[in-house]
Nanobody, 112 residues
């Protein structure tokens, strides 16, 4: 069955960095564009970033542009989100997404 498993979340101080990973299985990963979406406490879902199936095209929400980098390794069926210069407002559960498929999420907390 389809599985998307996020990892790499945690507690980090403002200005710090984290790298999220999302390991995919059960579908042809290299054929799918992948996205990261987050949900802050008490708020709705916010699209963060996307990458096309081949990895050559990426897009970012204005709120993270210049600080976050999405990438993928199709040989490892994994998509990444490198997050730098983290801010308290980046605190959220981060989900990876491929069309109708969603992971369980990983918590990112940015606090001093």
């Amino acid at each position: 069955q389809v599985q998307l498993v996020e990892s790499g979340g945690g507690l980090v101080q403002p200005g710090g960095s984290l790298r999220l990973s999302c390991a995919a299985s059960g579908f042809t990963f290299s054929s799918y564009a992948m996205s990261w979406v987050r949900q802050a406490p008490g708020k709705g879902l916010e699209w963060v970033s996307a990458i096309n199936s081949g990895g050559g095209s990426t897009d970012y929400a204005d709120s993270v542009k210049g600080r976050f980098t999405i990438s993928r390794d199709n040989a490892k069926n994994t998509v990444y989100l490198q997050m730098n210069s983290l801010k308290p407002e980046d605190t959220a559960v981060y989900y990876c997404n491929a069309n109708a498929y969603w992971g369980q999420g990983t918590q990112v907390t940015v606090s001093s």
